[in-house]
């Protein structure tokens, strides 16, 4: 048996490994002592260094020890990868100036925690970039509203790429964008605002052909002096003074894509992907630069220029008709990333920087700790109930789970996720709903158990048996998740991408890593039995007779709720969806955070988010309480009067717009269609047409179920409550399948029994699963809901009703939907497809043998 499942071992273990490794280090480490402590050369003198650095940050000369040593190596031209052999650079990098912020930010990457935390945990580092009066004082106010709109849509492209990162960015005012940044500060990334709001112009234009600094003083009319950096054949710093024409013959329209590579040597290039359109004038100009230069008797040259900087000057001998262009020169490997992330989302709009200031976490001390113990309470509760339930079996599927965990994390940790209070609470869900599978395989081993077979053998038929259902289940939630990544944006695609990862590692954790070890413990002998609790006996009802008053009454529930939904308009959005107020408030005595939302709710202000902030440079801290519109000056009279002795006072106020903008809104109805069209188009093909019909019918209904109810208790939506929607549809979908599965296959075994019968006969048997599902994933909300607090109690209420929703659905309405599409006659299933469909999946232990 290790012979031949050994490779399920070594990939688990593997895996495991990496993950563990992506999470190093666990917490972040003071930048002078990890430097000192990774240095393998000229140990002492290095010390020496850091230490100077240090003194120059404490006597306030630098504003950290990250500048301080970059100012140090750059003032005293010392190459500070001497003291760091082990590191390997980019080939011919020769720059010392370059290698040693190439090496520094490494370092400082390196030495922070791989887990990234939310500004709700941990706060970070906010600014608020202005429009630049002078250079958009010809827009109108609607040009420039459109070009903010956008602005904001593509500084959220440029730092929340996987849309993992959690970041605030929003308009304030009708001139103003603030963007707060989770877990970073500028005096360690002085940079990251230039970065942002860079504009990324992109010109080509034409160099003289004649006529050079070197040859002549004189500025030809109609162009400029630019210098070229590059390095020289034994890779030495070099410049070259050209004049440029001032006025492009192209611009970055043209440009389609964008993206680096390594040139023919290993070193970073850009390289230019033209519209149909940029490739027939990048021929003309190029056509044009070869014959001037073929006139002049030399060889022409074209100037790629990047907000006002010369990147290239490559000669051209003859006109180019490619689809590409490339732009190399004297940068590394991150800015030529950097260089092409820019110039795929462009900015119209000059912005300049107003203010920069540090943020405090957003929730209080108490908030977190009640979260930490409410995720840490529902996760034990789940392990909890498995163990007494399945004994032996529910032991390795809490050995499973914390694979998969392990695994979730790891992989976000990797790709640079942020970690919010809502995000640990929705992987504390995911291991409520990861157990599905285990009950799956552990419920068939049961049936396998009841009809006398081996423990071995109800091992293997149990996994075997369960293998297309699992698969089926995981794929239809993997092409929504394809779905939400492709179209989605923000938050969206975020949740898209945290869910995808939890299904390929759910699936990974239970078909290989859980399948190795039950075997392999059955194999030596170290379980004999495996027994398990049964709390739910046999069901024998009709529940297709109760499918239709059932229907009735839910979808009359549902139109209740979308009645209400459109009665109360825009009072369901809270702030991150309207927008509101913001004020800014000094104090003398500073409130908490959870006294101020006490103060809220006790008026009934409804949503208040308030947020202390530092100013870079003074250190002065202020209160900002964000409301809803109208709400500010009711907010700050009932703080002033439930906290005389604070000190309260006024000192700006502003409106801000929401986080999620109509782009991210409509992206999300739009993912949340073709989802449903991917669910219908997957389980028509894997089923049967009626089957997709009962998916989608039901969906639908659990969507609407959850936002009306969500919507009737008198709740608001907020950024986070997208994603807990989104995971209510997964939540169903994966519900139906398992219901769905079941009726396939006793069609199959049950040739002559009429469609009532079968459909009745496969919920009985995934009754106990449902039930056992159902309870795992609420033990896990319900903790949520009872311990948590805030956003917490919100996002677990809606995970209540959206389980509820999704079981009742599974039974009550997707199964009669398909016995209704398909008329209650059998032959009308057998005429519209295969019983036994063409793509029929391989069990996990035969594919193994």
Same mark, same amino acid.
């Given at each position: ?62 504003? $950290? ?50 887990? @990234? ?144 590579? +390594? ?98 976490? $957003? ?127 923000? +938050? ?177 109805? @739009? ?179």
């Amino acid at each position: 048996m290790l012979r031949r499942n050994l490779w399920k071992l070594l990939l688990s273990l593997a895996i495991v490994g990496w993950a563990v490794a992506s999470l190093l280090p666990f917490k972040d480490q003071p930048f002078p002592d990890y430097l000192k402590s990774h240095a393998t050369a000229n140990q002492a003198e290095f010390a020496r260094l850091v230490d100077e650095a240090v003194a120059l940050t404490k006597v306030g000369s630098a504003p $950290s020890e990250f500048v301080a040593l970059k100012r140090l190596g750059k003032e005293r031209k010392i190459d500070l990868a001497q003291y760091f052999p082990n590191e390997r650079f980019e080939a011919k990098l020769h720059n010392v100036e370059r290698r040693n912020d190439i090496l520094l930010n490494e370092l400082l990457k390196r030495s922070k925690s791989a887990l @990234k935390f939310g500004l709700d945990l941990y706060g970070g580092m906010a600014f608020t970039l202005e429009v630049d009066e002078k250079a958009a004082k010809t827009e109108s106010l609607q040009d420039r509203k459109e070009k903010l709109d956008k602005a904001i849509e593509i500084i959220g492209q440029r730092i929340n790429a996987f849309g993992v990162t959690e970041p605030v960015i929003r308009p304030v005012g009708n001139n103003r964008i603030e963007v707060q940044l989770p877990g970073i500060n500028t005096k360690d990334n002085p940079e990251v605002v230039d970065n942002v709001k860079k504009p990324a112009r992109l010109d080509f234009r034409f160099v003289h052909p004649t006529i050079s600094p070197r040859t002549s003083d004189t500025v030809p009319p109609g162009y400029e002096m630019m210098t070229l950096d590059y390095e020289g054949q034994r890779g030495e710093a070099s410049t070259e003074e050209l004049y440029v024409k001032r006025i492009p013959e192209m611009t970055g329209e043209a440009i389609d894509n964008a993206f680096a590579r +390594p040139d023919i040597y290993g070193k970073p290039e850009v390289i230019l992907q033209f519209t149909s359109e940029g490739k027939k004038r990048f021929a003309a100009v190029t056509r044009d630069i070869a014959e001037a230069g073929q006139k002049a008797g030399t060889v022409g040259r074209l100037a790629i220029v990047l907000d006002g900087k010369l990147y290239s000057a490559p000669t051209v001998k003859q006109e180019i008709d490619s689809d590409s262009a490339q732009i190399s020169g004297s940068f590394s490997e991150r800015e030529a990333l950097n260089l092409a992330n820019v110039l795929n989302n462009p900015l119209d709009l000059p912005l300049i920087i107003k203010e920069q200031y540090e943020v405090s976490p $957003s929730l209080a001390k108490d908030a977190i700790s009640s979260g930490v113990k409410a995720s840490v309470i529902g996760t034990v509760l789940v392990a909890a109930f498995m163990i007494t339930y399945y004994t032996v079996g529910g032991i390795v599927a809490v050995l499973t789970l914390g694979i998969n965990l392990l695994i979730i994390v790891g992989v976000m940790a990797s790709i640079g996720a942020t970690m919010t209070l809502p995000g640990i609470a929705g992987i504390v869900l995911t291991v409520g709903m990861a157990v599905d599978a285990n009950i799956l395989i552990f419920e068939r081993m049961r049936e396998e158990l009841n009809l006398g077979k081996s423990l071995r053998a109800a091992v293997s038929a149990g996994y075997d048996k369960a293998f297309t259902t699992i698969i089926d289940a995981h794929l239809t939630q993997l092409a929504i998740c394809a779905v939400m990544i492709g179209l989605g944006s923000g +938050p969206i695609k975020g949740f898209g991408v945290t869910l995808a990862i939890g299904v390929f590692s759910t699936m990974f954790s239970v078909l290989i890593t859980g399948h190795f070890f039950t075997e392999w413990l059955v194999d030596k002998g170290i379980i004999k039995k495996i027994p398990m609790m049964s709390f739910i006996k046999s069901i024998n009802m009709d529940f297709l007779k109760y499918g239709r008053p059932a229907f009735i009454v839910s979808w009359l529930i549902v139109l209740i709720g979308v009645g209400v939904v459109f009665a109360k308009g825009d009072r369901i959005y809270g702030i991150d969806f309207a927008g509101g107020d913001s004020i800014t408030v000094d104090f003398k005595e500073r409130i908490s955070s959870a006294q101020i939302r006490e103060v809220a709710i006790a008026n009934k202000l409804g949503e208040v988010n308030p947020v202390f902030v530092s100013e870079l440079g003074t250190g002065h801290e202020t209160l900002r309480i964000e409301t809803a519109y109208d709400k500010s000056d009711e907010t700050l009279a009932a703080l002033v009067k439930a906290y005389p002795n604070a000190g309260l006072e006024k000192i700006g106020e502003s409106s801000i717009g929401p986080s999620i903008g109509a782009e991210i809104q409509w992206n999300a109805l @739009k993912a949340l269609f073709w989802s449903m069209v991917i669910v219908l188009a997957y389980v028509a093909l894997r089923f049967e047409f009626g089957f997709g019909i009962g998916a989608v019918v039901a969906s639908v209904h659990d969507i609407l179920m959850t936002i009306g109810i969500f919507v009737l208790v008198g709740h608001q939506f907020s950024a986070p409550m997208v994603a807990a929607i989104l995971c209510v549809a997964g939540y169903s979908i994966n519900d139906t399948i398992v219901v769905f599965d079941r009726i396939r296959e006793e069609l199959k075994l049950d040739p002559n029994t009429r469609l009532r019968d079968v459909v009745n006969m496969a919920i009985h048997r995934v009754f106990a699963r449902s039930l056992m599902t159902s309870l795992t994933t609420l033990l896990a909300a319900a903790s949520l809901y009872i311990f948590g607090t805030g956003v917490l109690k919100d996002l677990s209420f809606t995970f209540i009703v959206g389980i509820i929703t999704g079981t009742f659905s599974s039974i009550f309405i997707a199964s009669p939907v398909f016995y209704w599409w398909h008329k209650g006659d059998r032959k009308h299933v057998e005429a519209h497809a295969d019983v036994l469909p063409k793509y029929e999946w391989t069990g996990s232990s035969k594919a193994s043998e």
